[in-house]
């Protein structure tokens, strides 16, 4: 069946630091793959996506892509702030799977001053 | 941008009784509701997913005379928890998708059974 993997424990690192969240996944087919944004309280908010292999999804100096070689959708930044902690979800999108979403586990980032 | 509104944001009630929780698609045409569950520092449970004037479909070990789920339009799915107890505790997040929209979510309900 699908499903996606995300790599274990939180992570915490300093304002400014460059952050990668691994993620990869198993699918029959050809998904679309996401990552998906929690703040505190709140429910899930769309960070970007990709619709096929070798697509780049972007936002907020977030990027990831779409890697079918690795199946992988590791996500990354730049340089952080402290405004980005939350947890990240990475999710993937089976079009044979009446394109209901599965999520990884998620990753607490705390990102301190 | 695609907004589902989810109501309410919290509840506390007594256990016995019954909460209904709203989603509401503000500003397109939902042909597709999820239900999904969180439990603390975990990810989300898919519990059902539901079409448009037709019967939920619910995951498996889902409840469904416990979780009710009506969509009874194309922007208006609920989510009633019967005879609720203090293991029905939990984050509750809607999703809706519709033609030209992708998943977009709810703000989520915190329940808690006391």
């Known amino acids: 069946g699908n499903s996606v993997t995300q790599m274990e424990g939180p992570v915490t690192l300093s304002e400014e630091a460059f952050l990668t969240i691994n993620c990869t996944y198993t699918a029959t087919g050809y998904p679309s793959l996401f990552w998906y944004v929690q703040y505190p309280g709140e429910g899930l908010q769309l960070l970007l996506k990709?619709?096929?292999?070798?697509d780049k999804g972007s936002n907020k100096g977030f990027e990831a892509t779409y890697r079918k070689e690795t199946t992988s959708f590791h996500l990354e930044k730049g340089s952080v702030q402290v405004s980005d902690s939350a947890v990240y979800f990475c999710?993937?999108?089976?079009?044979?799977?009446?394109?209901?979403?599965?999520f990884g586990k998620g990753n607490q980032v705390v990102v301190i001053p | 941008g695609a907004v589902v509104s989810q109501h309410p944001s919290w509840v506390i009630c007594k256990s016995g009784t019954s909460v209904k929780i709203e989603c509401r698609s503000l500003d397109f045409q939902a042909t597709t509701m999820f239900w999904y569950r969180q439990f603390p520092k975990q990810s989300l449970m898919l519990m059902a997913t539901?079409?448009?004037?037709?019967?939920?479909?619910?995951e498996q070990g889902v409840e469904k005379d416990k979780f009710l789920i009506n969509h009874a339009s194309l922007t208006l799915s609920t989510l009633t928890v019967t005879s609720a107890h203090p293991e029905d505790s939990s984050f509750y997040i809607c999703s809706a998708r519709g033609v030209g929209y992708g998943y977009t979510f709810g703000s989520g309900t915190r329940l808690t059974v006391v």
């Open positions: 990709a619709t096929k292999a070798d």
């Open positions: 999710a993937l999108s089976d079009p044979h799977g009446n394109n209901r979403l599965a």
């Open positions: 539901s079409n448009e004037g037709s019967k939920a479909t619910y």
